[in-house]
T-cell receptor, first 115, second 114 residues
Framework: DQQVKQNSPSLSVQEGRISILNCDYT??????FLWYKKYPAEGPTFLIS?????DKNEDGRFTVFLNKSAKHLSLHIVPSQPGDSAVYFC??????????????FGKGTKLTVNP | NAGVTQTPKFQVLKTGQSMTLQCAQD?????MYWYRQDPGMGLRLIYY???????DKGEVPNGYNVSRLNKREFSLRLESAAPSQTSVYFC?????????????FGDGTRLSIL
């Protein structure tokens, strides 16, 4: 059973517009959520995270929103740039102590930003 | 800074051969992890080491063994490779698995088993 779901395998947006990537989870014990970006032939790189005590976290052009009641989080990229074209993974962890141990990943969404 | 270094970057094996994938981090991190990524799939945890001297199974440990050689190094061994183990393998580390720090990944080892 997939605990972290990214239902859109791909997303295409125009440069300068907003990109919204979605993620749903089923395990109510998850308390820490992360987004990673991955370019081809490279490892994932950490983008932004949010703990379950917050509903929003912002870092520059990137904002993550968490809706615990809906078990849903989203990543907003504004404005989108061609260099943002990559695969984005949503990840979650459940740990009594908090933290990033034993992350569970979604399957990823491939974002293409067109010039 | 090198961060997390994986060797080799590519490898082709025949079924039944053995192989050790190496991983080293220079960030003085306590926790290290091995994942595999298959086409259309997210990363799945194979094994992890919360601290030097400890290792634990993840989601897909069958067919693999690990060794936490010291604080810097965490190796993954395939004793008898099978075609189902064809995948991209990623090593990651984090300062403290009980903190809020994200995991840092290496660039992967692409393994093909014929």
């Amino acid at each position: 059973d997939q605990q972290v779901k990214q239902n859109s395998p791909s997303l295409s947006v125009q440069e300068g517009r907003i990109s919204i990537l979605n993620c749903d989870y089923t395990n109510s014990m998850f308390d820490y959520f992360l987004w990673y970006k991955k370019y081809p032939a490279e490892g994932p790189t950490f983008l932004i995270s949010i703990s379950s005590i917050k509903d929003k976290n912002e870092d520059g052009r990137f904002t993550v929103f968490l809706n615990k009641s809906a078990k849903h989080l989203s990543l907003h990229i504004v404005p989108s740039q061609p260099g943002d074209s990559a695969v984005y993974f949503c990840a979650a962890s459940a740990s009594p102590q908090g933290g990033s141990e034993k992350l569970v990943f979604g399957k990823g969404t491939k974002l293409t930003v067109n010039p | 800074n090198a961060g997390v270094t994986q060797t080799p970057k590519f490898q082709v094996l025949k079924t039944g051969q053995s192989m050790t994938l190496q991983c080293a981090q220079d960030m003085n991190h306590n926790s290290m992890y091995w994942y595999r990524q298959d086409p259309g799939m997210g990363l799945r945890l194979i094994y992890y080491s919360a601290s030097e001297g400890t290792t634990d199974k993840g989601e897909v440990p069958n067919g693999y063994n690990v060794s936490r050689l010291n604080k810097r190094e965490f190796s993954l061994r395939l004793e008898s490779a099978a075609p189902s183990q064809t995948s991209v393998y990623f090593c990651a580390s984090t300062e403290d698995g009980q903190g809020w720090g994200p995991q840092h990944f290496g660039d992967g080892t692409r393994l093909s088993i014929l």
